[in-house]
């Protein structure tokens, strides 16, 4: 009996020591909401989705370390985070669906509130958009007359330049949307949202072009580290009455 009981014991599936904390984290949730979580909790959590049977409190803690925060993890490419010990690309993919999640709810939130009527609306979207992002990246806002929210496009992305950004291609997609006005916005991934001289120039070429299609360009937002900058509230470009 004593040695059937030791072989017994040896293929007797055995509860890993973390199911218990994995648990407690769902159920914590589900209870009480993200708002007493820390950053790592956080992952933690998210990673018990995407690893089994394993402890993911090592490789969350390491997520945080390597890029600073939640947002950081969140922000960074899927190559990045496949690097990470204990995280796989089942795990890389699942964090960058959560981004690009999160950037699509934020647009239909947009949506639904149908109008752009100050710089904060703005703001909101750009923050969901393009902020974080280590690649440049430029979109276009289509409104109608009344600043009604028609769409929002990405127009080019990568090490950006003014010859990349098409004014005949924003023109087309304007035209085929039926906008009556035009926000731009992009990102330095620098951090430090002023324009540059080719950032302005851009804009008043843009704005140029559709001025005589009846096309009103309203503004163009720089996007830096926690910070944005508006070339229209700061004065940059000349904008005709109906603009302002």
């Given at each position: 009996?004593?040695?059937?009981?030791?072989?017994?014991?040896?293929?007797?599936?055995?509860?890993?020591?973390?199911?218990?904390?994995?648990?407690?984290?769902?159920?914590?949730?589900?209870?009480?909401?993200?708002?007493?979580?820390?950053?790592?909790?956080?992952?933690?959590?998210?990673?018990?989705?995407?690893?089994?049977?394993?402890?993911?409190?090592?490789?969350?803690?390491?997520?945080?370390?390597?890029?600073?925060?939640?947002?950081?993890?969140?922000?960074?490419?899927?190559?990045?985070?496949?690097?990470?010990?204990?995280?796989?690309?089942?795990?890389?993919?699942?964090?960058?669906?959560?981004?690009?999640?999160?950037?699509?709810?934020?647009?239909?939130?947009?949506?639904?509130?149908?109008?752009?009527?100050?710089?904060?609306?703005?703001?909101?979207?750009?923050r969901a958009s393009l902020h974080g992002s280590a690649e440049e990246i430029f979109e276009v806002?289509?409104?109608?007359?009344?600043?009604?929210?028609?769409?929002?496009?990405?127009?080019?992305?990568?090490?950006?330049?003014?010859?990349?950004?098409?004014?005949?291609?924003?023109?087309?997609?304007?035209?085929?949307?039926?906008?009556?006005?035009?926000?731009?916005?992009?990102?330095?991934?620098?951090?430090?949202?002023?324009?540059?001289?080719?950032?302005?120039?851009?804009?008043?070429?843009?704005?140029?072009?559709?001025?005589?299609?009846?096309?009103?360009?309203?503004?163009?937002?720089?996007?830096?580290?926690?910070?944005?900058?508006?070339?229209?509230?700061?004065?940059?470009?000349?904008?005709?009455?109906?603009?302002?």
């Amino acid at each position: 009996m004593a040695a059937f009981k030791k072989v017994y014991n040896i293929y007797m599936p055995q509860k890993h020591t973390h199911d218990g904390h994995r648990s407690r984290l769902r159920e914590r949730f589900a209870s009480s909401g993200l708002d007493s979580f820390m950053d790592h909790e956080v992952l933690e959590l998210l990673l018990t989705y995407t690893i089994a049977r394993k402890d993911t409190k090592p490789a969350a803690w390491a997520l945080i370390k390597r890029f600073g925060s939640l947002r950081g993890v969140l922000d960074a490419k899927a190559e990045e985070l496949g690097e990470i010990a204990g995280l796989g690309a089942q795990s890389a993919v699942f964090l960058n669906l959560l981004r690009a999640l999160m950037r699509r709810y934020s647009l239909e939130q947009t949506k639904e509130n149908k109008k752009i009527e100050s710089l904060a609306d703005i703001i909101d979207f750009c923050r969901a958009s393009l902020h974080g992002s280590a690649e440049e990246i430029f979109e276009v806002i289509f409104l109608t007359a009344r600043n009604d929210f028609i769409g929002a496009e990405r127009i080019a992305s990568g090490s950006l330049q003014s010859a990349e950004v098409s004014p005949r291609k924003i023109i087309e997609r304007a035209l085929s949307r039926r906008a009556a006005a035009l926000i731009f916005v992009h990102n330095h991934p620098s951090g430090e949202p002023a324009p540059s001289p080719q950032d302005i120039k851009l804009t008043e070429t843009l704005s140029r072009v559709a001025a005589p299609l009846g096309i009103i360009v309203l503004d163009h937002i720089i996007v830096g580290k926690d910070r944005f900058f508006s070339i229209k509230a700061n004065s940059l470009i000349e904008y005709k009455k109906e603009q302002v």
